[in-house]
């Protein structure tokens, strides 16, 4: 799924999908993980890793 498609889904900012994507964001919003994970029928521990 491109990043396009993953904002046009859940209605998040195309920048945030892609600092999200590349592992650069500094902060993450309670919402758009929610979105994320309502898209991807997934928990939050499958899409966020603690290093």
């Given amino acids: 799924m491109k990043v396009m498609d993953v904002a046009r889904e859940t209605g998040l900012h195309r920048n945030t999908v892609t600092l999200l994507y ?7 919003d309670l919402d758009a993980i929610d979105k994320l994970c309502e898209l991807f029928e ?3 521990g499958e899409l ?4």
Wanted: overall charge positive.
């Fill in 48 to 51: 966020l890793e603690r290093k």
């Fill in 42 to 44: 997934c928990e939050v």
């Fill in 22 to 28: 590349k592992e650069t964001a500094q902060r993450i």
